[in-house]
């Protein structure tokens, strides 16, 4: 199957949401999903306390996505209760992302010699692979893009493009990848975990605007 995108608009997920003004301006933007790190070693982190607070304010029809590096179970399934879509950001396994009442995606770090057609294959129980950027010992967030060339034209799942992108690339990124969406944290954050009103809007004008321009 070919699927790197799917036909329609590139959809946008805002990541690392930790403040209500954020998820107010981020929806106001026109996000398709708002991301909510809860993995504790990320300066992004919401404990579930304030995922509950957060999400909570979440209008019908934007997804809730949790993210998550390698957590337990018992986290998992107690977070699920506020999320609609849950994000595998860390080394697990397909059996254990499928081990959840929720649908699932898995970031996959864009490692020197990581096949992608066989982690399409692997995961094949995800509803889409979201692709990151490498750096060693940080699973996430860094900011940094990778070698989009590297992504094949043909893959069996969605994908989801991350990894330092900002209005200033994801033009680019979208017209050579076609990814079905973009994620971004950093590159609309006026520091970790705070976004910049403006930065979201210009993303979001940046991506449909080059959706349109491709017809
Ligand atoms: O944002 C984090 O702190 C984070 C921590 C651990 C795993 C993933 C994390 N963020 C995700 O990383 C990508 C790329 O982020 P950026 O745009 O390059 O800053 C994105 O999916 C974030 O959700």
Redesign the pocket.
């Known amino acids: 199957m070919t699927m790197t995108g799917t036909a329609g608009r590139t959809r946008i997920?805002f990541?690392?949401l930790t403040r209500e003004r954020d998820v107010d301006d981020a929806v106001a933007a026109g996000a398709d999903a708002l991301?909510f790190?809860l993995?504790p070693?990320?300066?992004?982190y919401v404990d579930e306390d304030r995922l509950a607070v957060l999400t909570a304010q979440v209008p019908a029809f934007v997804t809730r996505v949790g993210?998550f590096?390698d957590a337990s179970p018992e986290l998992v399934l107690r977070a699920s209760r506020h999320l609609d879509l849950l994000?595998f950001?860390g080394d697990e396994t397909p059996a254990y992302c499928a081990g959840f009442e929720r649908p699932w995606i898995k970031?996959l770090r864009m490692r020197d010699g990581l096949d992608l057609s066989a982690a399409a294959d692997a995961y094949d129980g995800a509803q889409a692979l979201?692709l990151?950027?490498y750096r060693p010992g940080v699973?996430?967030?860094?900011?940094?893009t990778f070698d989009w060339s590297r992504i094949p034209a043909s893959l069996a799942k969605p994908v989801i493009l991350?990894?330092?992108?900002t209005a200033d690339n994801v033009a680019d990124a979208i017209v050579r990848v076609r990814p079905f969406a973009v994620?971004?944290?950093?590159?609309v954050e006026i520091a970790?975990g705070h976004k910049d009103p403006q930065r979201l809007v210009a993303f979001a004008h940046a991506v449909n605007a080059t959706d349109r321009s491709r017809g």
């Open positions: 997920k990541c690392g991301g790190v993995w070693g990320s300066r992004r993210l590096v994000q950001h970031a979201l990151d950027a699973p996430g967030g860094t900011g940094e991350a990894g330092g992108l994620d971004v944290s950093g590159g970790p």
